[in-house]
């Protein structure tokens, strides 16, 4: 089951927000400052939206989507930013279906497109972005520290 995560479930959410910034190397995670950070962000805002997917009720998937600008087709779009299961849940549908509700999400917020990056090496996610059948880009992506 898929939940919008607002004050009531964010305590839930940060073991597996602290894991998915493990698996991408995080060297300094604050639970505090996840907390911080995430707790801003609601389907009522107009920055973007968390979510989870609770299963025996326990919370061992989520997405997070932020809303955003593009010039190039001068629209807005919303990217997935976040998408993180749980191990011993992988291959039972959780990612497929919590991207699918982020594209519906983004359709709702009038987004014209849902976009995301991934890790070269993570093979797995990009098992399933085929899956899905998003377009693979052959942008390049960087990152300038400031």
Request: glycine share 6%.
């Amino acid at each position: 089951m898929i939940e919008d995560v607002s004050e009531s479930n964010l305590n839930e959410l940060l073991p597996l927000i602290r894991r998915y910034q493990e698996f991408y190397g995080i060297d300094s995670i604050c639970d505090k400052k996840n907390y911080d950070f995430f707790s801003r962000f609601g389907a009522e805002t107009d920055i973007g939206c968390q979510f989870v997917w609770r299963e025996a009720e326990k919370v061992v998937g989520f997405a997070t989507v932020y809303l955003t600008f593009t010039s190039t087709i001068t629209a807005k779009v919303a990217v997935l930013n976040d998408l993180y299961v749980l191990p011993d849940y992988r291959g039972r549908g959780v990612g497929r279906k919590l991207i699918e509700h982020c594209r519906a999400f983004a359709r709702i917020k009038g987004a014209a497109r849902l976009q995301w990056v991934t890790a070269p090496e993570n093979t797995e996610a990009q098992r399933l972005y085929d899956l899905v059948n998003a377009r693979k880009s052959s942008w390049y992506f960087y990152a300038y520290d400031v």
